[in-house]
């Protein structure tokens, strides 16, 4: 069984930024395609980011393009989410997801595996 953990979130003004990490363990890590979703308060869940099994490709929501940056370590199986520039519409619990399809990735029920989540609170 795959275990996702998320560590990072935290509180901070807007314009600074914060570094999410997601750690896996069991499975094959570097086999899975790695999502950060995130959910707002009183909103729906929204996907954030992906990267592929590779690492080389990688795909953003539109909200966060040219400030957020993912990326991954498949020898410390760990995915990060870079988040510069924050504003307070990104706060929210952001969660850490693994794919092991070739479905979408901006899909959550794709994804076979999900953390708990972690809180980023952006004050203005």
């Known amino acids: 069984q795959v275990q996702l953990v998320e560590s990072g979130g935290g509180l901070v003004q807007a314009g600074g930024s914060l570094r999410l990490s997601c750690t896996a363990s069991?499975?094959?890590?570097?086999?899975?395609?790695l999502v950060w979703f995130r959910q707002a308060p009183g909103k729906e869940r929204e996907f954030v980011a992906a990267?592929?099994?590779?690492?080389?490709?990688?795909y953003y929501v539109d909200s966060v393009k040219g400030r957020f940056t993912i990326s991954r370590d498949n020898a410390k199986n760990t995915v990060y989410l870079q988040m510069n520039s924050l504003k307070p519409d990104d706060t929210a619990v952001y969660y850490c997801?693994?794919?092991?399809?070739?479905?979408?990735?901006?899909?959550?029920?794709?994804?076979?595996?999900w953390g708990k989540g972690t809180l980023v609170t952006v004050s203005s």
């Open positions: 997801a693994a794919s092991t399809s070739s479905a979408s990735v901006r899909v959550g029920t794709n994804m076979n595996y």
């Open positions: 990267i592929s099994w590779s690492g080389i490709n990688t």
């Open positions: 069991g499975g094959t890590f570097s086999s899975y395609r």
